[in-house]
């Protein structure tokens, strides 16, 4: 099994790379939908929550409420370490068995999909071990533009987003490998695909 790890800056174009990939026949694994798996109603991690944070993080159903939550925590970075010391752990734990499930095939290409990679490997410094870190990145222009546009967000709100993660700086010091999605998406598929060679290469060899 040959693991990589994906990040990057929101809006930075992780999707469409990780799409890409998985064309090519990469196993994805996704933090976002790991982390949205381990609030469900029910789950240790959401009762979790509800206690940090107070029951105006919880709607009426009894499902997390994300806009409230992020409203709080996106502009506060002591509440937003609270909520990444819930949602890492368990996310940790249940990623660590997927990457388990996919090494059944020792010539599997993984694709851990980490948008806070940095700020979870902090957290938690043994981390997963990648066999190669691959870094998406567009400038913050570009990124709060595309906010802006296709999320409909406010300026504020996105910078806010961007301003909560890792910077660009913290992110490129960790990559082996560098997407630049800043141009057009033609030239950002030629490096994923050129990236896929060299995982698909290197997971055959170590069979």
């Given at each position: 099994m040959y693991l990589i790890g994906l990040?990057?800056?929101?809006?930075a174009g992780k999707s469409t790379v990780a799409n890409r990939l998985v064309e090519h026949g990469a196993v994805h694994i996704d933090a976002d939908q790991l982390a949205r798996a381990v609030v469900e109603p029910g789950t240790p991690g959401l009762a979790a929550i509800s206690e940090t944070f107070g029951a105006g993080?919880?709607?009426?159903?009894?499902?997390?409420?994300?806009?409230?939550?992020?409203?709080?925590?996106?502009?506060?970075?002591?509440?937003?370490?609270?909520?990444?010391a819930i949602v890492h752990p368990a996310v940790r734990e249940l990623s660590d068995s997927?990457?388990?499930?996919?090494?059944?095939?020792?010539?599997?290409?993984?694709?851990?999909?980490v948008p806070l990679l940095i700020e979870a490997s902090t957290a938690q410094?043994?981390?997963h071990p990648f066999d190669l870190i691959?870094?998406?990145h567009a400038s913050e222009e570009t990124r709060l533009?595309?906010?802006?546009?296709?999320?409909?967000?406010?300026?504020?709100?996105?910078a806010n987003r961007i301003n909560s993660?890792?910077?660009?700086?913290?992110?490129?010091?960790?990559?082996?490998?560098?997407?630049?999605?800043?141009?057009?998406l033609e030239h950002t598929l030629a490096q994923v695909d050129e990236?896929?060679?060299?995982a698909h290469k290197a997971a055959a060899l170590s069979h």
């Open positions: 990040t990057g800056g929101i809006a993080v919880i709607r009426a159903d009894g499902s997390l409420d994300r806009a409230a939550l992020g409203a709080h925590v996106f502009s506060n970075a002591a509440e937003l370490e609270k909520l990444n997927l990457i388990r499930e996919a090494s059944a095939d020792p010539q599997a290409v993984v694709v851990y999909d410094p043994h981390a691959v870094v998406v533009r595309r906010m802006v546009e296709l999320r409909a967000m406010s300026e504020t709100d996105a993660q890792a910077s660009d700086a913290e992110r490129l010091a960790v990559a082996d490998v560098v997407i630049d999605t800043d141009g057009t990236l896929w060679e060299r």
